[in-house]
């Protein structure tokens, strides 16, 4: 292991670095999520076919994580984010492409495979890069990292409620999306340094993580609190748009909804998990977003639905974060413990939209929605897990004297 130079200013850079990272990703990712609608209409697909669709980015999204935590140990996460955004982008266009240019639900479903792979494989990295920061900075900065992803989410959420409501192409969209992604990400990703540095040689130890308890059981909760996440991201627009005769645009502006009110828990969500500590406050987070869906699916009147969608929001926000941090308690085991746990966690991507609009086909996408809290309840009885290793809490810093640094 090499030594890194440790100053307040390379700290505050590579927190900036990681929050645009974050930030990009989730605008290339929640693009193609709030133009779901269009798509489904330009492609001429049913609840069931949509479903299916979706499974080619989360199938990618999965087949990634089964190989980033070697592939981050190997090139570290500077180049890791590099090399996978090249694919998110690749695959906005394909897809952009393949709904607007030449129809086609095949070639659609490459581009989509090809986001999810770039995407997730991202993600690996870039939460490991962010883990060291947040050892870096010696208090709980994850959740502000993924707010930033949240944010990146809204804006995105935000941008395709206006090109629906002027006709913009869904391909001219997605191609600019592109583009701006991938040098805005390349960019940022000169400033990673922690983790990049730490990662490379040696054994990538993913194998030994497959059999450790807390990490497996820890990828489980993630996978429901994923499971939670992506089912908004996936279907609440086209919900509100088939059960509450919403149009294209006021579908995206619910989706906005949904990821401002995330974004708005990750950011004082900080405070809270430093107060009380993860497994109290995951708790409550969890209780409101299993009163948010059902308040989204049985509230009747369209105001009371999108205030359950804002509730949805706030109880998911603490989920995904929280899950990496935990899963990187150790630094010298974070990439191999995160690869593990995003595994388990993204198995809800590659299985939740089939499920939801297998049962859309049957019950209506509305009620569909209902499997959310269904897997919610039983799920609190792992938070547990959660709680910091005695040895190593992520918020420890890594050396006695940890510069001062504004948080992301």
């Known amino acids: 292991m090499s030594t890194v130079e440790v100053t307040s200013g390379s700290v505050r850079g590579a927190a900036v670095g990681v929050a645009v990272t974050f930030g990009l990703n989730g605008v290339a ?12 209409d330009a492609l001429g697909l049913g609840a069931g076919a949509l479903g299916l669709l979706l499974l080619a980015m989360s199938a990618g999204a999965t087949l990634a994580m089964l190989t980033a935590g070697e592939v981050t140990h190997r090139l570290g996460a500077r180049r890791t984010v590099c090399v996978s955004t090249v694919g998110v982008s690749a695959g906005l266009v394909v897809a952009g492409a393949a709904i607007g240019v030449w129809p086609s639900a095949v070639a659609a479903g490459v581009g989509l495979f090809l986001l ?3 995407s997730g494989t991202c993600n690996v990295a870039m939460n490991v890069e962010a883990a060291a920061v947040e050892r870096m900075v010696g208090r709980t900065v994850m959740p502000r990292f993924h707010a930033v992803w949240s944010s990146g989410t809204v804006v995105a959420a935000g941008l395709a409620a206006v090109a629906a409501w002027v006709r913009l192409p869904v391909t001219a969209h997605l191609v600019g999306v592109a583009g701006v992604t991938l040098v805005g990400t390349l960019v940022a990703a000169r400033s990673f340094r922690y983790a990049t540095d730490n990662a490379v040689g ?9 059999r450790e308890p807390r990490t497996v059981l820890i990828g489980l909760l993630v996978l429901v609190l994923a ?3 992506g089912t908004a991201n996936d279907w609440v627009a086209v919900a509100f748009v088939d059960g509450y005769a919403f149009g294209p645009a006021a579908g995206a502006v619910v989706f906005g909804v949904f990821v401002t009110t995330m974004t708005f828990g990750r950011v004082v969500g900080t405070v809270a998990l430093d107060r009380w500590g993860r497994a109290p406050v995951l708790v409550a987070t969890m209780l409101l977003a299993i009163a948010g869906v059902a308040l989204a699916v049985l509230g009747g009147e369209p105001a009371v639905a999108v205030a359950g969608v804002a509730l949805w929001g706030l109880g998911t926000s603490l989920g995904f974060p929280v899950g990496m941090s935990a899963a990187a308690d150790e630094p010298g085991r974070a990439a191999a413990r995160v690869s593990v746990v995003a595994v388990i966690g993204y198995t809800a991507f590659l299985a939740g939209p089939p499920v939801v609009g297998l049962l859309g086909d049957q019950v209506g996408i509305l009620r569909a929605l209902l499997v959310v809290p269904l897997l919610l309840i039983p799920a609190l009885a792992l938070v547990p897990v959660l709680r910091p290793l005695p040895t190593a809490s992520p918020t420890t810093p890594a050396s006695p004297t940890p510069p001062a640094t504004p948080s992301p």
């Open 202 to 210: 040696g054994k990538s130890g993913v194998l030994t993580a497959w």
């Open 116 to 118: 999810g792979y770039g």
């Open 227 to 229: 499971f939670t996440e």
């Open 29 to 40: 990712v929640a693009s193609w999520f709030a133009r779901v609608p269009a798509a489904r």
